[in-house]
């Protein structure tokens, strides 16, 4: 079944705004991690939060997790025209095999208009 | 150099075919995955691999056939092809749970016809 489910589904904004995007999972996790996919393209890791933390950064990316309430945000400040891609959040769920089986929400569709 | 290389790009080939999709990764990584993912880009694990041993078959008509001969290689072969096969396969790696997550190919696009 679908971990993550991630919202909104699609945001357009306009460069040098910031782009929220929030992931609500399941299970309890090991840690959760967010992908960009540039159109046509694989998914490249971004950032990985451990359950046991609680904010992470990482240049322009902020990470919030919240485990109450099984949730996380990816915030990206001051956006370009080059962050316009799909971001995926996805959850290494407690309990999964030692070598970290992801599960993967249906990600955020980001514009940023020049 | 690229990290996770798969082959071919692009897969144009007819219901009832049987194909491969090929993965080869260069970061010594020890377990390797395969994702599909559909045309509303819902990513879903297929199978994975732990230095040659398969660790995670999710529910995949065994039509599907992953075969890993190295702990670097792990292809996928797929039978009697279906017009619902259309999609794109990733391929990935990591090591363990890495805090540098999941590196993934640029992906093989299957359109079967």
């Known amino acids: 079944s679908q971990q993550g489910e991630e919202d909104p589904q699609a945001l357009s904004i306009q460069e040098g705004e910031n782009a929220t995007m929030n992931c609500s999972y399941k299970t309890s996790i090991n840690n959760l991690q967010w992908y960009r996919q540039n159109s046509g393209r694989g998914l490249v890791h971004l950032i990985l939060?451990?359950?046991?933390?609680r904010e992470k950064h990482s240049g322009r990316l902020r990470v919030t997790l919240d485990t109450s309430k099984k949730s996380s945000s990816l915030l990206i400040t001051a956006s370009r025209a080059a962050d316009t891609a799909s971001y995926f959040c996805?959850?290494?769920?407690?309990?999964?095999?030692?070598?970290?089986?992801?599960?993967f929400g249906q990600g955020t569709t980001l514009q940023v208009k020049p | 150099d690229t990290a996770v290389s798969q082959t071919p790009k692009y897969l144009v080939t007819q219901m009832g075919n049987d194909k491969s999709i090929k993965c080869e990764q260069n970061l010594g990584h020890d377990t390797m995955y395969w994702y599909k993912q559909d045309s509303k880009k819902f990513l879903k694990i297929m199978f994975s691999y732990n230095n040659k041993e398969l660790i995670i078959n999710e529910t995949v008509p065994n039509r599907f056939s992953p075969k890993s001969p190295d702990k670097a290689h792990l292809n996928l072969h797929i039978n009697s092809l279906e017009l619902g096969d259309s999609a794109v396969y990733f391929c990935?790696?990591?090591?363990?749970?890495?805090?540098?997550?999941?590196?993934f190919g640029s992906g093989t696009r299957l359109t079967v016809v």
């Open positions: 996805a959850t290494d769920a407690m309990g999964s095999s030692n070598t970290g089986k992801l599960i």
């Open positions: 990935a790696s990591s090591q363990g749970r890495s805090t540098y997550g999941y590196t």
């Open positions: 939060i451990r359950s046991n933390e």
